[in-house]
């Protein structure tokens, strides 16, 4: 479940999310309003304490990627027919100057989420800012990006809630 932690650093990690927790905890013992078990209002504090260690954790030996990725070098091995490599290679096309048009922090937290696979977790910590912002970033990002596959006549899949 944790990869490559385990023996001392396991125990340190865990000992250390504890610590953080029971603090978070402790500072915000007066915002208890009894609208929860303490228990339930407790344990989020821990989850997000102990979730937000293992990231950052996990990814200090392997700092996140917010590199713009080299288009050519996507696979292009999906399409079985020329006529769908067509297709695929202009919707990259279509798809890499709309990803242009983005303001920088949209395409910085695209590419790093959506591409590179980066947790929104690592990456608001990396950001200083929180997983809101950094939601509200890649909704913003991805509504321009259909809207622009859509206007150039490329099929886009509209999702529930989105697109208004």
Do not use: C
């Amino acid at each position: 479940m944790f990869g490559s932690i385990s023996g001392p650093e396991f125990d340190d990690l865990a000992h250390q999310a504890a610590d953080d927790a029971l603090m978070n905890i402790l500072a915000r013992l007066d915002d208890f309003r009894g609208l929860s078990r303490f228990t339930t209002w407790a344990y989020k504090f821990v989850i997000f304490d102990v979730a937000g260690k293992v990231a950052r954790h996990a990814w200090r030996r392997q700092p996140p990627s917010r590199e713009e990725l080299a288009w050519e070098r996507l696979p292009d091995s999906l399409a079985a027919r020329p006529g769908e490599r067509l297709q695929q290679r202009e919707q990259l096309a279509t798809l890499s100057a709309a990803i242009g048009q983005l303001t920088r922090r949209q395409r910085e937290v695209f590419v790093a989420v959506a591409l590179n696979d980066v947790p929104i977790d690592v990456l608001a910590l990396e950001l200083d800012t929180n997983r809101n912002a950094i939601y509200k970033n890649l909704f913003d990002a991805r509504r321009s990006l259909r809207a622009s596959l859509a206007a150039a006549g490329h099929p886009v899949a509209e999702r529930a809630g989105e697109g208004r």
